[in-house]
């Protein structure tokens, strides 16, 4: 490490006003990671329950109610929707979402890309970010970028509900969700679902699980068509709040682990900045050695 004094003084002076800035973001983010952990915990088995039991319900059925969300085409044009934080500084949380993404529409999608006809909506700026630069025959929609920063189900369902006509209509033959699944602030999972058509439940064969047999109270058209569209909804907000906790807690981790970085290299300067001057100081003592002794000569 070469460098005067001077150099390494304000060396340690930057690392440790960078040390303060990721304990103080390191904070923030754990303080946020509770306040989303508790809403995804909260929502995901309700939100998985009701998904398994839409699956059932429209493996089930043959013909008859609303089951256009169920029903699978000839897949010509799809939406992938991809959900991401607006800020960085999260260690490799919106990389891994973005790789997941690529690979669903280069692997999965790969005719479709090559006609032009995979679209990507974004909610949260870095997926466009990393998208742009990357994939020009892909149509972008940027409009719901903002919807990020207020993840209320208000303002996420508005968002289906748009993607569910899309569908309705012919638009899209297939919207797929990629979003990151949170475990816990250390542990996430970039993942890829399909949203529309809903998958139909598969029982392999020999299991003991079967599937149910549901009774339709008052009928079966007016349940499905109040009850089906109120589940894809809550499951899009789900993948919403999924990210948005593993956000948080990529964040509180990564900042954990700069600033137990910045203390190491903290350690490496303070000794070096001795070193140098114990050897300064040496220098300085041997040179008014050597000329006193030269003055009684």
Partial sequence: MAGGLKEVRERIKSVNNTQQITKAMKMVSAAKLRKAQNAIVQLRPYANRLNRMLSNILSNLDG???????????????????????????????????KEAAALVTEKYGRQLREGKVTMLFIGKKGYDYFRRRFREITFITDFIPVYENVSYENVSAVARERMEEFSTGKYDAIELVYSRF???????????????????????????????????????????????????????????????????????????????????????????????????????????????????
């Fill in 183 to 297: 475990k816990n602030a250390a542990t996430v999972f970039p993942t890829a679902e399909q949203w529309l058509p809903v998958p139909k439940m598969e029982v392999p064969a020999g299991s003991k699980e079967k599937k149910a047999d549901y009774i339709f109270e008052p009928d079966q058209e007016q349940l499905l068509e109040t009850m089906v569209p109120s589940i894809l909804q809550l499951s899009f907000h789900k993948s919403v709040l999924d990210t948005q906790a593993s956000e948080h807690g990529s964040r509180m981790t990564a900042m954990d682990k700069a600033t137990e970085n910045a203390e190491e290299l903290l350690k490496s300067l303070k000794i070096f900045y001795n070193k140098k001057r114990q050897e300064a100081i040496t220098t300085e003592l041997g040179e008014i050695v050597s000329g006193a002794a030269a003055l009684e000569n």
């Fill in 64 to 98: 008859g109610g609303d089951t256009s969300f169920g029903k699978a085409r000839e897949v010509k044009n799809v939406l992938v929707v991809v959900v991401t934080s607006n800020r960085g500084l999260a260690g490799a949380f919106n990389t891994n979402i973005c």
